[in-house]
């Protein structure tokens, strides 16, 4: 069973940092992607950031490259991905997700869709003010 534990998020203003974290387990597969996806309020869901667990290889969307850096831990097998969000503006507003599945495709690629092994986390709520 795919666990997705995450952490992080809350309110800040714009131009702050927040962290987000994502503790993976059970993932069915030795090596997969993990990422987030976030979804503002009336907005459509948009892939954020990507990290594949074999080898480090990172994927961002054009609205949080330079700003955005996602990185990974490895301990005893287990995955955590970080997002480290700096530079928040008003927009980054949404409940983010972290999603993992066995490539990272879909935050490669926007024509490319979440593959039927992919799990999601309960999702945590980023509000930037002004």
């Known amino acids: 069973q795919v666990q997705l534990v995450e952490s992080g998020g809350g309110s800040i203003q714009a131009g702050g940092s927040l962290r987000l974290s994502c503790a993976a387990s059970g993932f069915p597969l030795s090596t997969y992607c993990m990422g987030w996806i976030r979804q503002g309020p009336g907005a459509e869901r948009e892939r954020v950031a990507g990290?594949?667990?074999?080898?480090?290889?990172?994927?961002?969307s054009d609205s949080v490259k330079g700003r955005f850096t996602i990185s990974l831990s490895q301990d005893n097998g287990k995955n955590t991905a970080y997002l480290q969000m700096n530079s928040l503006k008003l927009e980054d507003t949404a409940m983010y997700y972290c999603v993992a599945d066995g490539t990272c495709s879909p935050w490669a690629s926007a024509a490319a869709a979440l593959s039927p092994l992919a799990s999601w986390g309960q999702g945590t709520q980023v509000t930037v003010s002004s």
């Open positions: 990290i594949f667990t074999r080898d480090g290889i990172t994927y961002y």
